[in-house]
T-cell receptor, first 116, second 114 residues
Framework: AQTVTQSQPEMSVQEAETVTLSCTYDTSESDYYLFWYKQPPSRQMILVIRQEAYKQQNATENRFSVNFQKAAKSFSLKISDSQLGDAAMYFCAYRGNTGTASKLTFGTGTRLQVTL | DAGITQSPRHKVTETGTPVTLRCHQTENHRYMYWYRQDPGHGLRLIHYSYGVKDTDKGEVSDGYSVSRSKTEDFLLTLESATSSQTSVYFC?????????????FGQGTRLTVV
């Protein structure tokens, strides 16, 4: 079974600074996707960024980028120029091809605090 | 925003009572999922559906049942609610079961069992 580990329960960053959230995963599959979801206090799950395992190039979406190390099974999220609106819970998730439906497996989450 | 509506949004119920949560989608997506979110556990899959009347168990399915009689509706039932089922429940939908298909989430239902 696939597992996703987020070892940082809480992180803090000052506004305009850069922060990196860590995520490691375990799988024996070769075809999979990795995701970062943001959950603000509204509880809505918002997709921030995704990475296909076959792509060597790291995904980037505006201020959000990932460092995908496939051999190390590591998938960290970097947030540049942090803003107050970035404060939220962030979940790393894995989606593979096993079974009838490709189910998402989530990490336990990292709560990000943004300070002035 | 994807057309996903969960109802109710909040519910308080007593131990031992049956509870049904509803997920309604207007996207005609084939796959639907129920997750529960608990502190320290992230989101964990309860049950999922890959078509009308086609459902299967997730990793935390004990005490839960589901039904899908129409493409747009996926119901989660707690036959006899327990305090351990106090949680936030999320419905998600996906057009296909493919690994590259994005999943969209509902707003969540906060269930408290007293």
């Amino acid at each position: 079974a696939q597992t996703v580990t987020q070892s940082q329960p809480e992180m803090s960053v000052q506004e305009a600074e850069t922060v990196t959230l860590s995520c490691t995963y375990d799988t024996s599959e070769s075809d999979y996707y990795l995701f970062w979801y943001k959950q603000p206090p509204s509880r809505q799950m918002i997709l921030v960024i995704r990475q296909e395992a076959y792509k060597q190039q790291n995904a980037t979406e505006n201020r959000f980028s990932v460092n995908f190390q496939k051999a190390a099974k590591s998938f960290s999220l970097k947030i540049s120029d942090s803003q107050l609106g970035d404060a939220a819970m962030y979940f790393c998730a894995y989606r593979g091809n096993t079974g009838t439906a490709s189910k998402l497996t989530f990490g336990t989450g990292t709560r990000l605090q943004v300070t002035l | 925003d994807a057309g996903i509506t969960q109802s109710p949004r909040h519910k308080v119920t007593e131990t031992g009572t049956p509870v049904t949560l509803r997920c309604h989608q207007t996207e005609n997506h084939r796959y639907m999922y129920w997750y529960r979110q608990d502190p320290g556990h992230g989101l964990r899959l309860i049950h999922y559906s890959y078509g009308v009347k086609d459902t299967d168990k997730g990793e935390v399915s004990d005490g839960y049942s589901v039904s899908r009689s129409k493409t747009e509706d996926f119901l989660l039932t707690l036959e006899s609610a327990t305090s351990s089922q106090t949680s936030v429940y999320f419905c998600a939908i996906s057009l296909t079961g493919g690994v590259n298909t994005e999943a969209f989430f509902g707003q969540g239902t906060r269930l408290t069992v007293v």
